[in-house]
């Protein structure tokens, strides 16, 4: 009998119900091909959009700033962690954004702490959409704000909700591309709720920063809409290809994240080589445009083949492609037979997403090629004449 054998019961549970989650381990460079358990495998799961985890100007970057700066930055931003390359990268992720500052933390998880738990405040409402991150949600469980889900399809709620008197403030917090749906938020509806009601608007751009957009801002670059975004946040773990959590917004919002968020206060400093691969794939993100467009046609010609092979790709439009599936088992059954035939796409299940959606979440890189990508389709061909894969009856063919 061990000390922590009561942890067991749910270990046990969590297998019998085919939600156990493990590790896996790549020996290899994050590419569009990795090396994982001694194979090769085409990697269709990992967020390194742009393919800029492993780029030689990022690498080149990295080993001059550890020359220059060495790794650690041995002490939290208040202290004596706040060093150069801190300083630059928030200059030009502000520009980038079009705002007046931002701020850098560890990982974007802190950055939407920092944001959700500070900014709104007792006798305000924050309003989610009910798929937000959990980052988001669990951020605006732990505010002084009292808070309230709502559904994409039901815009006639959160206009409700908007209309209610009795809050001072009201905050809308949207993912600008869902993170496991593929989907946009229509900001621009968000936009005009937004001012008709006087809320803010506050969006988390972590899967469209670097991907979308004229130079990589995002979503809201690509509509039109950055300057009517109150406050941006964006991670530099995804396209980025480094880590840590940015948010943008007016002087004022930054100067109090520095001054009440404790995810920013509390927390060591990144390392400023980090932050000098980030700035080196910011530059690229800038001016190697053509990643953009192989991103987006990629993605389109998947899911189109996706589409047409009868599969349930839900409502994607951009580099995350879901591919339906419904029951657990089913999902890992179908992730397995993937890995099996050399390709790396992980199983999705709830809590991550709703009960009966369990997935497999796509995501596609600018760097995958059309050879990889047409291998794909054919696997799945194979596996659905094997009945591995569900497809949409009114679109079987
Ligand atoms: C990944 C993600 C985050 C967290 O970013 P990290 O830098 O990985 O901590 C926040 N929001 C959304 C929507 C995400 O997908």
């Known amino acids: ?71 650690g930055a041995a002490a939290s931003r208040l202290i004596s962690g706040t060093m150069r390359p801190h300083i630059e990268l928030e200059e030009r992720l502000a520009d980038f954004l079009y705002k007046e500052a931002a701020l850098v933390f560890p990982a974007g998880w802190m950055a939407n702490e920092a944001v959700i738990r500070t900014i709104p405040q007792k006798g305000d409402i924050v309003l989610l959409d009910k798929l937000d991150h959990a980052s988001i949600i669990d951020a605006a469980g732990g505010c002084q704000a009292e808070f309230r889900t709502y559904r994409r399809d039901r815009p006639e709620k959160l206009e409700k909700l908007l209309c209610e008197k009795k809050y001072r403030r009201k905050f809308i917090i949207t993912e600008s ?35 979308l957009g004229k130079n990589g801002a995002g979503l809201a670059e690509e509509l039109g809409l950055l300057e009517e975004i109150d406050v941006v946040v964006a991670t530099m773990s995804k396209a980025v290809g480094a880590t840590g959590g940015v948010v943008a917004g007016e002087k004022k919002v930054i100067e109090f994240l520095i001054n009440k968020a404790r995810s ?89 997403v709703p009960a009966g959606t369990a997935r497999l979440r796509i995501s596609i890189q600018s760097e995958h090629t059309k050879g990889q990508l047409d291998d794909l389709c054919d696997t799945f061909a194979e596996l659905i004449a094997g009945g591995i894969l569900p497809v949409l009856s009114s679109r079987t063919t």
């Open 1 to 71: 009998m061990g000390r922590f054998d009561y942890l067991n019961e749910t270990l046990e549970q969590l297998k019998k119900a085919n939600l156990f989650r493990s590790l896996r381990s790549i020996d290899s460079p994050q590419g569009c091909i990795v090396r994982v358990e001694g194979a090769e495998k085409n990697i269709f799961c990992s967020n390194n959009y742009l393919g800029l985890a492993n780029h030689p100007q990022v690498i080149q970057a990295v080993l001059e700033a550890a020359r220059q700066y060495g790794y």
């Open 177 to 211: 591309i869902f993170s496991m749906d593929g989907n946009a938020a229509d900001l621009k509806a968000l936009v005009e709720l937004k001012n008709k009601y006087g809320a803010f608007l506050i969006v988390d751009e972590a899967h469209a920063f670097g991907c």
């Open 264 to 352: 920013f206060i509390y927390t060591t400093s990144p390392s400023p080589v980090n932050c000098a691969a980030a700035m080196a794939a910011l530059e690229i993100i800038k001016t190697e445009t053509h990643r953009r467009s192989r991103l987006k046609e990629n993605a389109d010609y998947l899911r189109g083949r996706l589409e047409k092979l009868g599969l349930n790709i839900g409502q994607s439009r951009s580099h995350i492609i879901p591919v339906i599936i419904g029951t657990e088992e089913d999902t890992l059954a179908a992730a397995e037979e993937l890995y099996n035939r050399g390709f790396f796409i992980v199983a999705i299940r709830p809590p991550t």
